[in-house]
T-cell receptor, first 113, second 109 residues
Framework: NAGVTQTPKFRVLKTGQSMTLLCAQDMNHEYMYWYRQDPGMGLRLIHYSVGEGTTAKGEVPDGYNVSRLKKQNFLLGLESAAPSQTSVYFC????????????FGPGTRLTVL | GQNIDQPTEMTATEGAIVQINCTYQTSGFNGLFWYQQHAGEAPTFLSYNVLDGLEEKGRFSSFLSRSKGYSYLLLKELQMKDSASYLCAVSDSNYQLIWGAGTKLIIKP
């Protein structure tokens, strides 16, 4: 997954705390996505961006906010973490729409106590 | 609603052949993807089908039947490193990917 990095790799939060996950790319791709992956479920889209300065809601946006101020960075924020947000978070990017191959970052494992 | 179905888990023997099925019901269709995900790692792209038929790529092949809402991933000459989860995903009418829960493939020597 060269070209896509996620920070941090692991994090433990207490209920009500906030945090920001960073996805950074050097592949110059327009589309960026935030997914969560939970056991027994498929990847679920939280938010996505089709270019710098744009964001849109995915399937499960509640409790999350995003920003794409620079093309290479896509931030995912949790304002007040809840145990239901315990998950593995993946950032992905593609050159075009959902018919194009998505390249995934290494993931962030988040636990909310 | 939109739905992707795959078996939860499959077991196969090293050197053998295994077929992982995926059925889908989505609002629109703009292609079907297969990804491989090793435990604790990110998904990586394996194949993409948008037209009916078989796409072959080395030991891996993927088949699509749009009229039946069906795809399969065929893995030949299984190796221990093929132990992983295999994710099926469909690009819907909005060009968003709808993901199956994945099939965990266990390879035994």
């Amino acid at each position: 997954n060269a070209g896509v990095t996620q920070t941090p790799k692991f994090r433990v939060l207490k209920t009500g705390q906030s945090m920001t996950l960073l996805c950074a790319q050097d592949m110059n791709h327009e589309y960026m996505y935030w997914y969560r992956q939970d056991p027994g479920m498929g990847l679920r889209l939280i938010h996505y961006s089709v270019g710098e300065g744009t964001t849109a809601k995915g399937e499960v946006p509640d409790g999350y906010n995003v920003s794409r101020l620079k093309k290479q960075n896509f931030l995912l924020g949790l304002e007040s973490a809840a145990p239901s947000q315990t998950s593995v978070y993946f950032c992905a990017l593609s050159s075009g729409s959902g018919a194009d191959t998505q390249y995934f970052g290494p993931g962030t494992r988040l636990t909310v106590l | 609603g939109q739905n992707i179905d795959q078996p939860t888990e499959m077991t196969a023997t090293e050197g053998a052949i295994v077929q992982i099925n995926c059925t889908y019901q989505t609002s629109g269709f703009n292609g079907l993807f297969w990804y491989q995900q090793h435990a604790g790692e990110a998904p990586t792209f394996l194949s993409y089908n948008v037209l009916d038929g078989l796409e072959e790529k080395g030991r891996f092949s993927s088949f699509l039947s749009r009229s039946k809402g069906y795809s399969y991933l065929l893995l030949k000459e299984l190796q221990m490193k093929d132990s992983a989860s295999y994710l099926c995903a469909v690009s819907d009418s909005n060009y968003q990917l709808i993901w199956g829960a994945g099939t965990k493939l266990i390879i035994k020597p």
